[in-house]
């Protein structure tokens, strides 16, 4: 099971966004059967068997292994990933597209650079998986309290003079064998939930 799986397909996509299956699929983090699902979930067997079925064509849950029960067989499936991301490319016609409004203060921009970001690591890490290679990659997240806006505009100013000055030691256009490397940097008030 992978810790996170990248939803290309846009039947994936909507099959996957079904309440009823989107339950399924995280009880499938443990293997189970649809007599056991039926009874967690309060459906019938028949039910949750066509649920598992429509998951398992789009290859979101696999076969664990078949036990005899009887005269019956019993499928063991669980989830090909304990967690979903949906790629924009499922939305092709519509993802969000940061030339369209290349404006770095504006938080739609924001969400398109992020949603460019979702669409092409997803598509790395699709490729790596059926290589079984890794994709070298490195984040920072991390959280500043500001003291005013003047103070958030002179760590945004401070934070482009460095990615800059970094960039420029180290980019080199004619490198043999060289590969590039998209640099995304964000600042955005955080969100705080309950629980």
Known sequence: MEDVAVIEDPAAAAVSLDPIRSRLLAMLAEPGSASMLAARIGLPRQKVNYHLRTLEQHGLIELVEERRKGNMTERMMRATAAGYVISPSAMAAVAPDPSRSPDRLSARWLLAVAARLVRDVGELVT??????????????????????????????????VAVTALVGRYHDENAPGGRGHRIVVAVHPSVTREG
Do not use: H, N
């Open 127 to 160: 490729g790596a998986s059926r290589t079984r290679q890794r994709v070298a990659t490195f984040a920072i997240d991390g959280e500043v309290r500001f003291a005013s806006a003047a103070d958030r505009a002179a760590f945004a100013e401070d934070l482009t």
